[in-house]
């Protein structure tokens, strides 16, 4: 299943079932959501979003890949979302870039080896691209898919891409190394990327440029992400994806970007997102949807917690480690004697 590695990479155990092996016999979890939780436990800046805290604080991005898999996640993904030259040159840290993501690969690998799980390696939009910057973006993405070959991923995610070109561009760097591929992008909230293609068409390029898993991830809801895709399923042959944000976006505002609070005075992104955060019942419902639209690689994105993979997980009937504690309200004073137990979710895994 897997491509050439580079010399120096060393798996981490050849006899595990690949990214693709898993998702031709069943959906793969993906956490994602590392920037906002490392943001609210207090060790990251929201605004710059550079994830700093790889080096300043390895034990919490430990921590936090931990409890992801204690949730449910299938997949530990190296923390270098934004860990490119680009982000790090806004900081002026452009000095830590290599032992950053270098870092990061060997806490998400060191976590991956202990539980079992698959190891991913990460790229993400840039936020210059443009067909001038094109050699400049390629360059920065061949040197943090180098850094994630040496570590010895299964697969790398390319993500959040605003520009489709952007995305074909990580792909087809992705694809180079002989790893799989996972590319999902930003539909331009009604529309598809900044080209005008629609979802599905990008999707489409995206398959024809070599990648194994397309879809879309970030900025969309749930309820804004759902309608597109039955849409993606039906126009590629290869497994979709879907990470909405675990926000309540709507028609009128389809994106966390464009959520509005009247009573706050300033727009809520990115850190008075409070309110509108989804609850558990809702994620399940939307893992139900994506689920039976014919989505096999489904996730959570910027706002995610462990009981939000809870119960991505428990509505596709597994019982994660996390599960022991799910909640039982007929345990509860206030209910006692009450037959009653909340779940968030119904099994899909018996309509399969």
Known sequence: MQGPRNDTATAIDDKRPGLLERLASGAVICAEGYLFECERRGYLQAGAYVPEVVLEHPEVVTQLHRDFV???????????????REKLRVIDREDVLEPLNR???????AVAEESGTLLAGNISNTNIYTPDT??????????????AVEAGVDYIIGETFGAGAEAILACEVIKE??????????????RGP????TAAETCVRLEDAGADVVGLNCCLGPDTMYPYLAPIVRSVSV???????????????????????????????PVALDPFTCNRFEIAEFTRLAYDAGVRYIGLCCGAGPHHIRAVAETLGRTPPASRYSAD??????????????????????RS
């Open 134 to 147: 094109h050699d400049e973006v390629r360059k920065m993405f061949v040197e943090q898919v180098g850094w």
């Open 329 to 350: 309200i007929s345990k509860h004073y206030h209910y006692a004697g009450e037959a009653l137990r909340y779940s968030p979710v119904t099994d899909v895994a018996s």
């Open 194 to 197: 900044t080209e005008g293609w």
């Open 70 to 84: 204690h949730a449910g996640s299938d997949v530990v993904e190296a923390f270098t979302y934004y860990a490119h």
């Open 239 to 269: 497994p979709v994806a879907a990470l909405p944000v675990p926000y309540r976006t709507h028609y009128r505002e389809p994106a966390m970007q464009t959520l509005t609070d009247d009573r706050l005075g300033v727009r809520p992104f």
């Open 103 to 109: 870092q990061a690969l060997e806490i998400a690998k």
């Open 177 to 190: 190394t002989g790893l799989p591929a996972v590319v999902t992008f930003v539909p331009d909230f009604d």
